[in-house]
């Protein structure tokens, strides 16, 4: 069985947790390795770096260009004409 955490008068798995606070389970799993209770469980998401974003975007708008070009196939693939 799972260990369990209470805090905030709830009791649940590291995994529950985790999907509550929109954190990854290794991360909360970290903080709890770390932390107090209290500090895991309350403290906030550290914000997303700017820069991460950014690439993000430009992988994505990229993906798009891609799929626009070439109609969604991809050199290799069986669908792909050039």
Do not use: C
């Not at 950014?54 to 798009?64: C, F, K, Q, V, Y």
């Amino acid at each position: 069985m799972a260990k369990t955490y209470e805090f905030d008068g709830r009791r649940m798995t590291v995994r529950a947790w985790a999907r509550e606070l929109g954190l990854t389970y290794q991360g909360l799993y970290g903080r709890l390795a770390k932390w107090s209770i209290e500090q895991a469980l309350g403290l906030p998401r550290r914000p997303e770096r700017p820069e991460a974003r950014a690439a993000r975007r430009s992988a994505r708008r990229l993906r798009e260009t891609r799929e626009m070009i070439l109609g969604g196939a991809r050199p290799g693939h069986a669908v792909y004409r050039s």
